[in-house]
């Protein structure tokens, strides 16, 4: 499995950016994907998730009600819309999946497909 994060860039405070994750080597409807971030000298932290079925989504406290992780299975292909964005959400942006989403919240949990990053820097 692949996955390729891009739509990172550099935006203003209160700005919006959308973030893609395509998919290859195995149908993205088949497992749970995540969205994680890691700022420059701090650890990874779990951004948000979603089940494979699409039924459920979690969230960080830190950006719920910010952004919204969706899918396109059709398309092999996960988003996340980012809104309002803040400088502290300055962070290379991984996209991540085959663990169950519920246990992608944990600070150790194993995931075995990861994605390069995308850069996203928020100015104030």
């Known amino acids: 499995v692949q996955l390729q994060a891009s739509g990172g860039g550099l935006v203003q405070a209160g700005g919006s950016l959308r973030l893609s994750c395509a998919a290859s080597?195995?149908?993205?409807?088949?497992?749970?994907v995540g969205w994680f971030r890691q700022a420059p000298g701090k650890e990874r932290e779990f951004v948000a998730a979603?089940?494979?079925?699409?039924?459920?989504?979690y969230y960080s406290d830190s950006v719920k009600g910010r952004f919204t992780i969706s899918r396109d299975n059709a398309k092999n292909t996960v988003y996340l819309q980012m809104n309002n964005l803040e400088p502290e959400d300055t962070a290379v942006y991984y996209c991540?999946?085959?663990?169950?989403?519920?246990?992608?919240?944990?600070?150790?949990?194993?995931?075995?497909?990861w994605g390069r990053g995308t850069l996203v820097t928020v100015s104030s």
């Open positions: 979603m089940t494979f079925l699409g039924g459920s989504t």
């Open positions: 991540a999946g085959g663990t169950p989403a519920s246990a992608m919240v944990r600070p150790l949990a194993h995931i075995p497909y």
């Open positions: 080597g195995r149908a993205i409807s088949t497992y749970s």
